[in-house]
């Protein structure tokens, strides 16, 4: 089955830094990556999704890059801030199923 | 539209004991899938149903299972309760289609369930 691992499993940064959290996922028959956002005690919410057809998706401070060919894909936040401090997980989908990477909790320092 | 909602939101159990949570997906979404969210093992799937069928399992032991009703609706259900089935159970819904191309879940707020 599928396999996705995510680095750093923390991340701390200054507000106004860029982060960026790295996935590699196993399965090249995967063909959506989303990314959900999980503040705590809260549901995780879709920030940004790219499917195996494109490169790069950008909306706002937040984009996400896909090399299919390395299998791994990755999300930039530029701009950081107080509110952006939250558990970010990444995912690839194939055939419905959902496989989720570790984590990466994000902290952004005032 | 309502979001996806799960019902109840905070369980306690005692170990032995078998528990049913529900799931209502946002209308229109035919796939739900549920999820057990532990601090250790992150978001591990648990299976996903569409049309009343289970179409995906993921790795758990058969003491967890799952149906789903003709208006999409979806229980699971856990037996023989241990305490390391203490977790957040999340579901997602989707509009997947029967051979369509994977779409964005959207997660409930899941159903916080301690075993003692």
């Known amino acids: 089955g599928e396999n996705v691992e995510q680095h750093p499993s923390t991340l701390s940064v200054q507000e106004g830094d860029s982060a960026v959290i790295k996935c590699t996922y196993s399965d090249s028959a995967s063909n959506y990556f989303p990314w959900y956002k999980q503040e705590l005690g809260k549901r995780p919410q879709l920030i940004i999704d790219?499917?195996?057809?494109?490169g790069e998706k950008k909306d706002q401070r937040i984009a996400v890059t896909l090399n299919k060919t390395a299998k791994h894909f990755s999300l930039h936040i530029t701009e950081t801030q107080p509110e952006d401090s939250a558990v970010y997980f990444c995912?690839?989908?194939?055939?419905?199923?959902?496989?989720f990477g570790g984590g990466t909790r994000l902290m952004v320092k005032p | 539209k309502a979001g996806v909602t799960q019902t109840p939101r905070y369980l306690i159990k005692t170990r032995g004991q078998q528990v049913t949570l529900s799931c209502s997906p946002i209308s229109g979404h035919r796939s739900v899938s549920w999820y057990q969210q532990t601090p250790g093992q992150g978001l591990q799937f648990l299976f996903e149903?569409?049309?009343?069928?289970?179409?995906n399992k993921g790795n758990f032991p058969g003491r967890f299972s799952g149906r789903q009703f003709s208006n999409s609706r979806s229980e699971m259900n856990v037996s023989t309760l241990e305490l390391g089935d203490s977790a957040l159970y999340l579901c997602?819904?989707?509009?997947?289609?029967?051979?369509?191309?994977?779409?964005?879940?959207?997660f409930g707020p899941g159903t916080r369930l301690l075993v003692l």
């Open positions: 995912a690839a989908i194939g055939g419905n199923m959902l496989t």
């Open positions: 149903y569409f049309s009343e069928t289970q179409r």
């Open positions: 790219i499917r195996s057809n494109v």
């Open positions: 997602a819904s989707s509009l997947m289609t029967s051979g369509g191309r994977e779409e964005t879940q959207y």
